[in-house]
């Protein structure tokens, strides 16, 4: 799958979509933005595709007793990231801004994931 792609077609689903991102062994291997929004420095942002990874592992470890995980959602005061494990690795980050039906964009995302598989 070529994730610079798949980060492309993602964020063109909604408008309310600001960033995309595949991040695989603590590197970005995938990335679009469409707006210039604040954008933390190199240390910081490393420390937070470490945090989010984390997330992603822990929360994955549950799988034997509830299924496979589809998606994370964290809701911050002026984005959500919408986080989709893609394997065991690899894990794409949508990064979404107010108004937006969350069910809606995460369907979306989800039956995209589906067809690249």
Not at 2 to 23: D, F, G, P, R, W
Not at 88 to 101: A, E, K, N
């Amino acid at each position: 799958m070529n994730y610079q792609e798949l980060c492309q077609t993602v964020a063109e689903l909604h408008n309310s979509i600001e960033v995309t991102m595949v991040v695989s062994n603590n590197k970005i291997v995938g990335s679009h933005l469409k707006s210039g929004g604040p954008t933390p420095d190199k240390d910081e942002f490393g420390q937070m595709i470490s945090q989010i990874e984390m997330i992603v592992r822990t929360t994955k470890a549950n799988e034997d007793k509830f299924g496979e995980l589809g998606f994370i959602t964290i809701h911050y005061k002026y984005i959500d990231g919408l986080f989709f494990p893609l394997n065991d690795h690899d894990t794409l980050i949508v990064g979404v801004v107010q108004p937006y039906d969350h069910d809606a964009i995460a369907a979306k995302i989800l039956k995209l994931l589906a067809s690249k598989k």
